[in-house]
Protein backbone atom coordinates (compact mmCIF):
# COMPACT_ATOMS: atom_id res chain seq x y z
CA UNK A 1 0.00 0.00 0.00
CA UNK A 2 2.74 2.51 -1.28
CA UNK A 3 4.58 3.86 2.06
CA UNK A 4 3.42 2.32 5.10
CA UNK A 5 4.31 3.81 8.69
CA UNK A 6 3.53 3.12 11.83
CA UNK A 7 2.69 5.39 13.95
CA UNK A 8 1.44 5.67 17.73
CA UNK A 9 0.29 8.85 18.59
CA UNK A 10 -1.66 10.17 22.49
CA UNK A 11 -4.70 11.75 22.42
CA UNK A 12 -3.10 15.38 21.79
CA UNK A 13 -0.26 15.02 23.68
CA UNK A 14 1.98 18.49 22.70
CA UNK A 15 1.03 17.84 19.10
CA UNK A 16 1.13 14.34 17.64
CA UNK A 17 -1.73 14.04 15.94
CA UNK A 18 -1.04 17.42 13.91
CA UNK A 19 2.64 16.14 12.84
CA UNK A 20 1.20 12.10 11.54
CA UNK A 21 -1.52 14.43 9.58
CA UNK A 22 0.91 16.96 8.47
CA UNK A 23 3.60 13.94 7.39
CA UNK A 24 1.43 12.07 5.40
CA UNK A 25 -0.09 15.38 4.01
CA UNK A 26 3.49 15.64 2.62
CA UNK A 27 4.30 12.21 1.67
CA UNK A 28 0.99 12.12 -0.57
CA UNK A 29 0.82 8.07 0.52
CA UNK A 30 -1.48 5.92 2.50
CA UNK A 31 -0.16 5.95 6.33
CA UNK A 32 -1.37 3.28 8.48
CA UNK A 33 -1.66 4.83 12.18
CA UNK A 34 -2.63 3.98 15.14
CA UNK A 35 -4.27 5.84 17.61
CA UNK A 36 -4.14 5.18 21.48
CA UNK A 37 -6.87 7.67 22.76
CA UNK A 38 -6.88 8.72 26.04
CA UNK A 39 -9.53 6.81 27.99
CA UNK A 40 -9.41 4.01 26.10
CA UNK A 41 -7.64 0.86 26.20
CA UNK A 42 -8.06 -0.60 23.04
CA UNK A 43 -5.98 0.71 20.04
CA UNK A 44 -7.74 1.85 16.90
CA UNK A 45 -5.68 1.53 13.74
CA UNK A 46 -6.48 3.42 10.44
CA UNK A 47 -5.18 3.99 7.55
CA UNK A 48 -4.79 7.70 6.39
CA UNK A 49 -5.92 8.34 2.91
CA UNK A 50 -4.55 11.57 1.18
CA UNK A 51 -8.12 12.93 -0.26
CA UNK A 52 -6.87 12.62 -4.05
CA UNK A 53 -5.34 9.24 -3.48
CA UNK A 54 -9.32 8.14 -2.28
CA UNK A 55 -10.68 10.05 -4.84
CA UNK A 56 -8.64 7.70 -7.05
CA UNK A 57 -9.39 4.63 -5.45
CA UNK A 58 -12.87 5.37 -5.43
CA UNK A 59 -13.02 6.30 -9.41
CA UNK A 60 -11.43 2.63 -10.32
CA UNK A 61 -13.29 0.96 -7.46
CA UNK A 62 -16.14 -0.83 -9.44
CA UNK A 63 -18.50 -1.36 -6.18
CA UNK A 64 -19.03 -0.13 -2.65
CA UNK A 65 -16.95 -1.63 0.37
CA UNK A 66 -19.44 -4.57 1.64
CA UNK A 67 -20.31 -3.60 5.22
CA UNK A 68 -19.89 -6.41 7.57
CA UNK A 69 -23.14 -8.84 7.84
CA UNK A 70 -23.10 -7.67 11.83
CA UNK A 71 -26.12 -6.74 12.49
CA UNK A 72 -28.00 -7.39 9.32
CA UNK A 73 -30.54 -10.13 10.49
CA UNK A 74 -31.59 -7.84 13.12
CA UNK A 75 -31.65 -3.80 12.58
CA UNK A 76 -32.48 -3.12 15.89
CA UNK A 77 -29.60 -5.02 17.38
CA UNK A 78 -27.48 -3.28 15.88
CA UNK A 79 -25.76 0.14 17.32
CA UNK A 80 -26.53 3.67 16.26
CA UNK A 81 -22.72 5.26 16.81
CA UNK A 82 -22.60 7.88 18.92
CA UNK A 83 -22.47 11.74 17.05
CA UNK A 84 -18.92 13.08 17.86
CA UNK A 85 -18.15 16.91 17.52
CA UNK A 86 -15.28 17.57 15.35
CA UNK A 87 -11.94 17.37 16.92
CA UNK A 88 -9.30 19.76 16.14
CA UNK A 89 -5.75 19.02 16.44
CA UNK A 90 -3.94 22.22 15.27
CA UNK A 91 -4.50 23.22 11.90
CA UNK A 92 -6.86 19.82 11.17
CA UNK A 93 -9.92 19.17 11.93
CA UNK A 94 -11.50 15.32 12.71
CA UNK A 95 -15.20 15.12 11.70
CA UNK A 96 -16.14 11.44 12.56
CA UNK A 97 -19.04 10.55 10.14
CA UNK A 98 -21.74 8.27 11.74
CA UNK A 99 -22.23 5.76 8.99
CA UNK A 100 -19.25 3.49 7.63
CA UNK A 101 -16.89 4.82 10.60
CA UNK A 102 -14.80 6.78 8.16
CA UNK A 103 -13.18 10.38 9.41
CA UNK A 104 -12.54 13.04 7.35
CA UNK A 105 -9.51 15.39 8.03
CA UNK A 106 -10.21 18.82 6.66
CA UNK A 107 -7.42 21.40 6.59
CA UNK A 108 -8.95 25.45 6.09
CA UNK A 109 -12.19 23.69 5.45
CA UNK A 110 -10.79 21.69 2.92
CA UNK A 111 -10.82 17.68 3.29
CA UNK A 112 -7.12 16.61 2.66
CA UNK A 113 -7.52 12.57 3.98
CA UNK A 114 -9.78 10.34 5.10
CA UNK A 115 -9.08 7.85 7.84
CA UNK A 116 -10.33 4.28 6.82
CA UNK A 117 -10.59 0.58 8.38
CA UNK A 118 -7.24 -0.97 6.78
CA UNK A 119 -9.65 -3.70 5.51
CA UNK A 120 -11.51 -0.97 3.66
CA UNK A 121 -8.67 0.54 2.47
CA UNK A 122 -6.87 -2.65 1.45
CA UNK A 123 -9.92 -3.89 -0.74
CA UNK A 124 -10.33 -0.31 -2.74
CA UNK A 125 -6.40 -0.15 -3.69
CA UNK A 126 -7.15 -3.62 -4.79
CA UNK A 127 -10.11 -3.59 -6.50
CA UNK A 128 -9.00 -0.12 -8.19
CA UNK A 129 -6.00 -1.46 -9.42
CA UNK A 130 -7.44 -4.67 -10.83
CA UNK A 131 -10.45 -2.62 -12.86
CA UNK A 132 -7.45 -0.33 -13.87
CA UNK A 133 -5.63 -2.53 -15.09
CA UNK A 134 -8.24 -3.89 -17.75
CA UNK A 135 -9.05 -0.48 -19.19
CA UNK A 136 -7.33 1.20 -21.40
CA UNK A 137 -7.87 5.03 -21.95
CA UNK A 138 -9.46 5.94 -25.99
CA UNK A 139 -5.75 7.16 -26.97
CA UNK A 140 -3.96 4.24 -25.39
CA UNK A 141 -6.71 1.78 -27.13
CA UNK A 142 -6.21 3.41 -30.49
CA UNK A 143 -2.11 3.24 -30.65
CA UNK A 144 -2.57 -0.12 -29.26
CA UNK A 145 -4.66 -1.28 -32.29
CA UNK A 146 -2.25 0.72 -34.68
CA UNK A 147 0.83 -1.13 -33.39
CA UNK A 148 -1.48 -4.78 -33.95
CA UNK A 149 -2.31 -3.59 -37.35
CA UNK A 150 1.54 -2.78 -38.44
CA UNK A 151 2.07 -6.75 -37.07
CA UNK A 152 3.15 -9.60 -39.51
CA UNK A 153 0.48 -12.32 -39.92
CA UNK A 154 1.00 -15.39 -37.61
CA UNK A 155 1.59 -17.27 -41.05
CA UNK A 156 4.00 -14.73 -42.59
CA UNK A 157 6.48 -15.30 -39.69
Do not use: C
Amino acid sequence: MGIEIDVVVGYPINDEVERVLGLAEAVDEPITVTFMWEGREEAERAVLVPAATLALWEHWAPTAYPTSGVGAEDHAVAEEPELAHPEEFGAFTLFRRRVGGRTAVARKGVVVAELLDPDEAHWLQEKARNVRQGFMDPKQKAAFEEFLARQAALEDQ
